[in-house]
């Protein structure tokens, strides 16, 4: 079963705007990462946030968690074309084995130039 | 740079085939994982490995098996390749922290 869902499935904005994502999820959690995937390629992960944070800066990434909401999302400010790609958010649940994470579907993330 | 390679990037095998998926990292990470990725569906967890010699089935492990029997290396094997297989396989390792690490993923086409 699917605990990270994404929306949208997939998103298309022009270089320069900002882009946001959302995960929803079931269950508590340990800890929430968002990873991207370009076409093709293994995944590659991107940021972190544990369950005792609420908002985590990289970069041009931020990401917010809302336990009480069971969902975070993700923001890349000013696009660029490298940008494109799809975003995962994963979340490790209290309950299950410390090594496993769960990933959700994802959202296809386009910049158009 | 920490890394985890799949041996092949493109496998094309014949149906009833046994198909070997290996993957390699070389960061003295404990935990390994198979991985398969559809449209629409995902990555779905086939088998995870915490330690040497040590496997647990994932989600969805039927027709597949695993070996794990140096730290580095941990394959993944189809018995007996269906067509329902082809799909794209991702090979991941963690350590001490939380992230995984993934291979560049190897595209199996079962004909």
């Known amino acids: 079963s699917q605990q990270g869902e994404e929306d949208p499935q997939a998103l298309s904005i022009q270089e320069g705007e900002n882009a946001t994502m959302n995960c929803s999820y079931k269950?508590?959690?340990?800890?929430l990462q968002w990873y991207r995937q370009n076409s093709g390629r293994g995944l590659v992960h991107l940021i972190l946030?544990?369950?005792?944070?609420r908002e985590k800066h990289s970069g041009r990434l931020r990401v917010t968690l809302d336990t009480s909401k069971k969902s975070s999302s993700l923001l890349i400010t000013a696009s660029r074309a490298a940008d494109t790609a799809s975003y995962f958010c994963?979340?490790?649940?209290?309950?299950?084995?410390?090594?496993?994470?769960?990933f959700g579907s994802g959202t296809r993330l386009s910049i158009r130039p | 740079d920490v890394k985890v390679t799949q041996s092949s990037r493109y496998l094309v095998k014949r149906t009833g085939e046994k198909v070997f998926l290996e993957c390699v990292q070389d960061?003295?990470?404990?935990?390994m994982f198979w991985y398969r990725q559809d449209p629409g569906l995902g990555l779905r967890l086939i088998y995870f490995?915490?330690?040497?010699?040590?496997?647990e089935k994932g989600d969805i492990p039927e027709g597949y098996s695993v070996s794990r029997e140096k730290k580095e290396r941990f394959s993944l094997i189809l018995e007996s390749a269906s067509t329902n297989q082809t799909s794209m396989y991702l090979c991941?390792?963690?350590?001490?922290?939380?992230?995984?690490?993934f291979g560049s993923g190897t595209r199996l086409t079962v004909v």
């Open positions: 991941a390792s963690r350590g001490q922290g939380y992230g995984y690490t």
């Open positions: 269950t508590s959690i340990n800890n």
């Open positions: 946030i544990r369950s005792n944070e």
């Open positions: 994963a979340t490790a649940p209290i309950a299950s084995s410390a090594s496993k994470i769960i």
């Open positions: 960061m003295d990470h404990e935990n």
């Open positions: 490995s915490y330690d040497v010699k040590m496997k």
